[in-house]
């Protein structure tokens, strides 16, 4: 079975640029996960969702993030302007529902310069 | 509330335990557990969905104590690829979010 997909793996851009992140989960997982990890901790969640609703968006800084869902696949995170505090992992997760596994992928490594 | 982890980071030599724990404020509905190597995404270890649940494969078991809000992750035998950081990830009843722990770095030294 594929594996979540991320791209791109690294991106390094000035503060108030904007960025997108894109992620292709696994083949039948209704649930898609965007995380948030800065060094040293563990991920913290941004947006949980379940097909194409959201479930849990509370510690997505709305002012200048934003992610869709089209058609319950594909998913894209987008951070407009940027900060340097947004600097780190990004990174994708989905699983069939929340009681079974999250598979994550490699995320993405943002650098805010 | 984040959950708590503990010990914080412990270096073992090849072919001795750990045990890792982690501990909720809340009451739990399940705990999953991962481990992240450097550099790479975290990988999943076991989900534990009822209060005294345990749960193991090869030398690496969790339990589930529901009174107490707490798991705790066992490791024997460790060999060197157990090396990693170790998070729990906690759901409460009502709430669907996963929330991950401070983290226990495990250095396993030949």
């Known amino acids: 079975e594929a594996g979540v997909a991320q791209s791109p793996r690294y991106k390094i851009i000035e503060k108030r640029q904007s960025v997108a992140f894109w992620c292709n989960p696994i083949?039948?997982?209704?649930?898609l996960y965007w995380y948030q990890q800065i060094l040293g901790q563990g991920p913290k969640l941004l947006i949980q969702f379940q097909n194409n609703g959201v479930v849990d968006d509370s510690q997505l800084p709305k002012d200048r993030f934003s992610a869709e869902r089209l058609k319950g696949v594909d998913s894209t995170l987008k951070i407009q302007p940027a900060k340097l505090e947004d600097s780190a992992v990004y990174l994708c997760?989905?699983?069939?529902?929340?009681?079974?596994?999250?598979?994550f992928g490699d995320g993405t490594r943002l650098s805010i310069l | 509330q984040q959950p708590v982890q503990s010990p914080q980071a412990v270096i073992l030599r090849e072919g001795e335990d750990a045990v890792i724990n982690c501990s909720s404020s809340?009451?739990?509905?399940?705990v999953h557990w991962y481990r992240q190597k450097h550099g790479e995404a975290p990988v999943f270890l076991m989900i534990?969905?009822?209060?005294?649940e345990q749960k193991g494969h090869d030398k690496i078991s969790a339990s589930f104590n529901e009174k107490k809000q707490q798991s705790s992750l066992y490791l024997t035998a460790s060999q060197l690829s157990y090396s990693g950081t170790y998070f729990c990830g906690l759901t409460n009843f009502g709430n669907e979010k996963l929330t991950f722990g401070t983290g226990t770095r495990l250095t396993i030294i030949p």
């Open positions: 534990l969905l009822k209060g005294g």
């Open positions: 083949s039948g997982h209704a649930t």
């Open positions: 809340k009451a739990l509905y399940s």
């Open positions: 997760a989905s699983s069939r529902d929340r009681e079974r596994p999250q598979h």
